[in-house]
């Protein structure tokens, strides 16, 4: 996402004037100065001119595109010509490779889901309709293990993906758990309280992403484990005493229903039910993310992104 072959452009934002970030650090000093040693002010903030140049430009950036999706949505309704408008920038979130994933591993949850919960409930109407569908209890256990193949697989090459791909190693620090995310949360409940008039500003993964993320580990460490001993019965049975396959049963059935209510209940309702989301976010299928959605969702990462192209256009000029 941070590579600039990765973004499809539409416009390239026009250059910060010189002037203006001369102003900018002019004003640093003249405020600076006026309490610590002037020889002191000046150089460090000669030193740090570019960075702040750099600084004021991505938020220069932010503002604009925050203007232009403003324009756009009041001129929704009226077909006029709208050049003056940069057409809309989109940024790449998941490559090829992620949104590979997450179709096996969707796909897998599914049908793991649809043939081990019927076994869960084997007592209910459902159950028994969903074991003649796939012509009985026989081959639904099969095709559970088909299920179970296809998460061990995502799961495995998800780790050589964290290992060898710099995009994987990238994503996986920041996803990382972090103070900040204590602290968004607590603002985020604040807003829904009423109590703070602005939401956390999220940067590349906000807080619902990693619990997102983190929880599937979770799941697949317990899920994969205690399936494992299930599945090959006999040789737990002659390395473990008979609980520990009573255990694994309890694991893996509890957990079984824990992850579809977390899948349903969390992850459905902000990429699916969310209002600002139905029926969908297409973001699993286009991997891309509109420049509004950017400001509303990641404004610290478009802020980041914003900075960076500016470096690289200094670098290149
Ligand atoms: C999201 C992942 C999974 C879900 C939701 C799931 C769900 C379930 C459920 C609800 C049961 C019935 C438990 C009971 O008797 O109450 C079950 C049984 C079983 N599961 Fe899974 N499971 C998952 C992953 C796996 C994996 C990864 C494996 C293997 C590595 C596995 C292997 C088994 C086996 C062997 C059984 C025993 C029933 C049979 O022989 O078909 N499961 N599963």
């Given at each position: 996402m941070h590579d600039e072959g990765q973004r499809s452009k539409a416009a390239d934002p026009a250059p910060l004037p010189p002037e203006l970030a001369e102003a900018v650090t002019a004003w640093v000093s003249q405020s600076l100065a006026e309490t610590r040693p002037a020889e002191l002010v000046e150089r460090v903030v000669s030193e740090r001119r570019e960075s702040i140049a750099l600084d004021v430009q991505?938020?220069?950036?932010?503002?604009?595109?925050?203007?232009?999706?403003?324009?756009?949505?009041r001129e929704a309704s009226?077909?006029?010509?709208?050049?003056?408008?940069?057409?809309?920038?989109?940024?790449?979130?998941?490559?090829?490779?992620?949104?590979?994933?997450?179709?096996?591993?969707?796909?897998?949850?599914?049908?793991l889901i649809l043939t081990g919960l019927p076994i869960k409930f084997h007592e209910t109407a459902w159950a028994e309709f969903m074991f003649g569908l796939l012509g009985g209890i026989e081959?639904?256990?099969i095709v559970?293990?088909?299920?179970?193949?296809?998460?061990?697989?995502?799961?495995?090459?998800?780790?050589?993906?964290?290992?060898?791909?710099?995009?994987?190693?990238?994503?996986?620090?920041?996803?990382?758990p972090g103070p900040k995310d204590l602290r968004d949360l607590v603002q985020m409940l604040q807003y829904f309280l009423g109590r703070s008039?602005?939401?956390?500003?999220?940067?590349?993964?906000?807080?619902?992403?990693k619990f997102d993320y983190w929880a599937?580990?979770?799941g697949i460490v317990v899920m994969v484990g205690s399936g494992c001993l299930l599945?090959?019965?006999?040789?737990?049975?002659?390395?473990?005493?008979?609980y520990m396959l009573d255990i694994a049963k309890e694991a893996h059935s509890d957990e079984a229903l824990l992850a579809t209510l977390a899948i349903i209940i969390w992850h459905f309702y902000?990429?699916?039910?969310?209002?600002?989301?139905?029926?969908?976010?297409?973001?699993?299928?286009?991997?891309?993310?509109?420049?509004?959605?950017?400001?509303?969702?990641?404004?610290?990462?478009?802020?980041?992104?914003?900075?960076?192209e500016g470096e690289r256009r200094r670098g290149s000029a």
């Open positions: 991505a938020l220069a950036q932010r503002i604009r595109a925050e203007v232009d999706v403003e324009v756009r949505h009226t077909p006029a010509p709208r050049a003056h408008i940069e057409s809309e920038r989109h940024f790449v979130r998941f490559s090829l490779n992620v949104r590979l994933q997450h179709i096996v591993l969707f796909s897998s949850c599914i049908i081959n639904s256990a559970h293990r088909v299920g179970a193949v296809g998460l061990m697989s995502v799961a495995a090459y998800h780790m050589v993906y964290l290992a060898f791909f710099a995009e994987g190693r990238r994503n996986f620090l920041g996803l990382l008039t602005e939401k956390p500003r999220f940067d590349r993964f906000s807080y619902v992403e599937v580990y979770w599945w090959f019965e006999n040789i737990t049975l002659s390395y473990m005493p008979k902000n990429v699916h039910f969310n209002p600002r989301k139905f029926p969908m976010n297409r973001v699993w299928i286009t991997g891309k993310l509109s420049e509004e959605e950017m400001l509303e969702e990641h404004p610290l990462e478009y802020e980041h992104l914003m900075r960076e």
